[in-house]
């Protein structure tokens, strides 16, 4: 069975700073997608970033840019020039085609001021 | 327009009470999802549809029963719940369920529920 790990259920980083989150998966497929929500205090969920295993480019969204490595099962977000709407928790998931979504138990980001 | 809309946005309710969610969405989407999330934990699925019709549901208990009238409605009745189903109930929807390709998923801003 697929399991996505955060072990990182906190992290703090100074406004401005660079903060990277961690994220480890496990599975035997070889075609899958990882993604990155934000889940902002009482604000809906919303997608951040995603990547197709088949892609050996890491993704890229503004400040959001991830390192996956595939033969490692690891997929981190790094989020830079933090900013103080970054405050949320966030969630790794995994997918595969049209299997439901797997998600890790979340890093709550803390932004200081 | 990407919105998720879901009422009401609280609902406090007695374990012999009969209530129901709903979650609406107008981007032509033709998946819809419900989730449940316990405060601190990632989002639980609990039932998919597809094209107005159950796709899947996770093994959840008769108390909670889907309903989806139409492409763009999605409505979740409640009938004797317990105490621990409190939680946030998310509403999400997608293109398609998708098939070698996954389609992302809309999250509407949740329902939160207390059984009291």
């Given at each position: 069975?697929?399991?996505?790990?955060?072990?990182q259920?906190?992290?703090?980083?100074?406004?401005?700073?660079?903060?990277?989150?961690?994220?480890t998966?496990?599975?035997?497929?070889?075609?899958?997608?990882?993604?990155?929500?934000?889940?902002?205090?009482?604000?809906?969920?919303?997608?951040?970033?995603?990547?197709?295993?088949?892609?050996?480019?890491?993704?890229t969204e503004?400040?959001?840019?991830?390192?996956?490595?595939?033969a490692?099962?690891?997929f981190?977000?790094?989020?830079?020039?933090s900013?103080?709407?970054?405050?949320?928790?966030?969630?790794c998931?995994?997918?595969?085609?049209?299997d439901?979504?797997?998600?890790?138990?979340?890093?709550?980001?803390?932004?200081?001021? | 327009?990407?919105?998720?809309?879901?009422?009401?946005?609280?609902l406090?309710?007695?374990?012999?009470?009969?209530?129901?969610?709903?979650?609406?969405?107008?981007?032509?989407h033709?998946?819809?999802?419900?989730?449940?999330?316990?405060?601190?934990k990632p989002?639980?699925?609990?039932?998919?549809?597809?094209?107005?019709?159950?796709?899947?549901?996770?093994?959840?208990p008769?108390?909670?029963?889907?309903?989806?009238?139409?492409?763009?409605?999605?409505?979740?009745?409640?009938?004797?719940?317990?105490?621990?189903d409190?939680?946030?109930?998310?509403?999400?929807?997608?293109?398609?369920?998708?098939?070698?390709?996954?389609?992302?998923?809309?999250?509407?801003?949740?329902?939160?529920?207390?059984?009291?």
């Amino acid at each position: 069975a697929q399991t996505v790990t955060q072990s990182q259920p906190e992290m703090s980083v100074q406004e401005a700073e660079t903060v990277t989150l961690s994220c480890t998966y496990d599975t035997s497929e070889s075609d899958y997608y990882l993604f990155w929500y934000k889940q902002p205090p009482s604000r809906q969920m919303i997608l951040v970033i995603r990547q197709e295993a088949y892609k050996q480019q890491n993704a890229t969204e503004n400040r959001f840019s991830v390192n996956f490595q595939k033969a490692a099962k690891s997929f981190s977000l790094k989020i830079s020039d933090s900013q103080l709407g970054d405050a949320a928790m966030y969630f790794c998931a995994y997918r595969r085609g049209d299997d439901k979504i797997i998600f890790g138990k979340g890093t709550r980001l803390h932004i200081l001021p | 327009d990407t919105e998720v809309t879901q009422t009401p946005k609280h609902l406090v309710m007695g374990m012999t009470n009969k209530k129901s969610l709903k979650c609406e969405q107008h981007m032509g989407h033709r998946a819809m999802y419900w989730y449940k999330q316990k405060a601190k934990k990632p989002p639980e699925l609990m039932f998919v549809y597809s094209y107005e019709k159950l796709s899947i549901n996770e093994s959840v208990p008769s108390r909670f029963s889907p309903e989806c009238p139409n492409s763009s409605l999605l409505n979740l009745h409640l009938h004797a719940l317990q105490p621990e189903d409190s939680a946030l109930y998310l509403c999400a929807s997608s293109q398609d369920l998708g098939g070698t390709f996954s389609y992302e998923q809309y999250f509407g801003p949740g329902t939160r529920l207390t059984v009291t």
